[in-house]
């Protein structure tokens, strides 16, 4: 049996009537110490597919195997990499690591628990910032702060969010290499969602399309067998790149022109800014909806290809 | 380069609004309103309250700020249990949907009573206890109850907007409840929390002048309703400033706390 594996995962949100049905019929095994990067569209359900396997949210129907439990409630041996980083702004940078590592590793003494969380500021070059709070950070530091209370955590399997969506190339390389030696380094059964083929290619031992939503399924998994490691400069001439790269996007592609829609949704930014206490409406009767936050105040509408 | 009195207009223009009010008072106390003690009048009956402001007289006879000292005492003491009782139950409507279904609508029907209903009710619930202030309890209870509201209910508002992601976080981490209260819910509340805290202040001071007046305790307020029923209105004048200056000022120390959490 696999390490990790989901089977036949089906998943909407909302009522009947008004319903969309984000993933459907997904199946998924993931082997110990490998490397899987799934590549979809925004609005696909990549989030929600990452959700389910960290055990954040439960599939309406399938199953969620992992490590031999049947869809168990998450903990720090999934650790996740939010898509909106998830940071607590009222701890510091190093605050944020500790927490984790304070929860995590309560049987080691403050003084290893304090140099194995200096060591992972460190190792995302945020030690220079270790005492700013999060509203302080670019968004790309906060994307590194993230990842190294992830890290931090020595979780079983990474689960990888679209971590480096709000980095510029250059940080974005130094931490795809980062990613690249930890995986090496330590082993690590690593699954890896982003949007960005190449990114997965040459990261992954295995790159999986998620096609659009809604009812999106995941794709045949096309196997990425240039030796470890991997440089970014060689690999971008090789042969077998280009033609992993030509079969990911032709699937998608394919998958796209299927038909046309426009959707208009909620943007959730990053939660960085504090709670906007006048917006939120006097409470009456009846059930209430939370008050609204400045940074939720905010709407896209998109054209999908569904 | 402005000219320098518009450099100044921070200053000058509220003295200037001052007098005009000082201007009406004086008007309309040797005009329609015969019995309104003029601004002179006022400060030259006033002065030995202000001069002396620790003097002890007798029970209803003395000092401005010792009177209001006893009527701060009270109000920290009725406040504080507000915000004891309060910020639990503001937690329990904002976590439970049966909690809130269940007390929302009382409580909407409670949070406009006002303090002059509340009193005699107080009067009565402790009126058979054996050894304790009647007076005292009943005033407390009113502070309390009337206080307490705003500190409920944005305290609710504040846990029900506590992001997902957060808890998600917490649920990562498996941090237990308790820990997943105190280093999650608490600091990701307190800004609400704190909004609650500097309303309820205000309505508690509201509360003490009703408290005092129908109880005849020595403060601020029952000074006031002491000298109105004794025909020296001069002091009521004084009361009234006294009231609004210290009510003032309970504000601004309380958004200067609300803003060190705001940002946090
Ligand atoms: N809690 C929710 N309630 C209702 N609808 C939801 C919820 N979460 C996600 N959705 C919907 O599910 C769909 C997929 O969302 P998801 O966040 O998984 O997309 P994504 O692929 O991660 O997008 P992106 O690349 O922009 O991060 C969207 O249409 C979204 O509106
Ligand atoms: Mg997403």
Excluded at chain 1, 34 to 51: D, N, P
Excluded at chain 1, 296 to 301: A, F, L, N, R, Y
């Amino acid at each position: 049996m696999s390490f990790l594996q989901l089977q036949g995962v089906s998943m909407g949100f909302g009522l009947p009537g008004r319903r969309t049905e984000v993933l459907a019929d997904i199946d998924l095994e993931i082997e110990q110490g490998e490397f899987v990067a799934i590549v979809g569209y925004s609005g696909s359900g990549k989030s929600t597919l990452m959700s389910i396997l960290a055990g954040l949210l439960r599939p309406e129907s399938g199953r969620v195997l992992f490590d031999g439990r049947d869809t168990p409630e998450p903990g720090p041996d999934r650790g996740l990499v939010f898509q909106n980083y998830s940071l607590l702004p009222w701890l510091t940078v190093y605050e944020n690591v500790a927490l984790a590592v304070d929860q995590v590793f309560s049987n080691l003494s403050p003084a290893e628990r304090r140099s194995h969380t200096e060591r992972f500021v460190a190792m995302v070059n945020l030690t220079p910032a270790r005492d700013k709070r999060p509203s302080e950070l670019s968004g790309g530091m906060r994307q590194r702060v993230s990842v190294a209370r992830t890290l931090a955590m020595q979780p079983k399997v990474l689960l990888l969010d679209e971590p480096l969506g709000a980095l510029d190339a250059l940080t974005r390389a130094t931490l795809q290499d980062e990613i690249a030696r930890i995986r090496l380094a330590e082993k690590q059964t690593v699954v890896l969602i982003t949007n960005d083929p190449d990114e997965a290619i040459l990261l992954a031992d295995r790159v999986i399309p998620l096609t659009a939503g809604p009812r999106a399924t995941l794709g045949p998994s096309i196997p990425v067998t240039l030796p470890h490691p991997r440089d970014r400069r060689a690999i971008h001439g090789n042969y077998d790149f280009k033609q992993i790269r030509h079969e990911v996007t032709q699937y998608l592609l394919k998958a796209r022109t299927r038909h046309r829609t426009t959707l208009t949704r909620a943007l959730v930014l990053p939660d960085v800014e504090p709670e906007d206490i006048t917006h939120k409406s006097p409470p009456m009767f009846g059930p209430k909806g939370r008050a609204r936050r400045r940074n939720e105040v905010k709407t896209e509408t998109v054209e999908v290809s569904l | 380069m402005k000219p320098s009195w518009q450099r100044l207009d921070f200053l000058l223009l509220p003295l200037l609004g001052g007098a005009f009010i000082l201007l009406l008072w004086h008007l309309s106390s040797h005009s329609w309103s015969g019995d309104l003690p003029d601004p002179a009048k006022t400060w030259h009956e006033s002065k030995p309250y202000v001069l002396e402001p620790w003097a002890k007289r007798g029970e209803l006879d003395q000092g401005i700020l010792r009177f209001t000292m006893l009527s701060l005492w009270l109000v920290a003491k009725g406040y504080a249990i507000a915000l004891i009782i309060g910020t639990p139950i503001g937690f329990f409507l904002g976590l439970s949907p049966t909690f809130n279904k269940a007390f929302d609508p009382i409580i909407q029907i409670l949070r406009p009573v006002s303090p002059l209903a509340w009193l005699p009710l107080g009067m009565v619930l402790f009126a058979k206890l054996k050894g304790v202030n009647v007076t005292e309890l009943a005033a407390l209870f009113t502070i309390a109850l009337c206080s307490m509201w705003p500190t409920v209910l944005n305290t609710a508002v504040g846990v029900r907007a506590i992001p997902t992601d957060y808890l998600n976080v917490a649920r990562v981490l498996k941090l237990s409840r308790w820990k997943t209260l105190t280093k999650v819910m608490i600091p990701a509340t307190l800004p609400y929390m704190f909004t609650g805290f500097r309303l309820s202040l205000g309505i508690a001071w509201l509360v003490i002048v009703a408290a005092e007046m129908l109880t005849g305790r020595p403060g601020v307020g029952g000074f006031l309703w002491q000298q109105y029923n004794a025909l020296i209105y001069e002091q009521i004048i004084l009361c009234i400033l006294t009231i609004g200056g210290v009510g003032f000022v309970l504000d601004r120390l309380m958004s200067v706390i609300e803003r060190r959490f705001k940002t946090a």
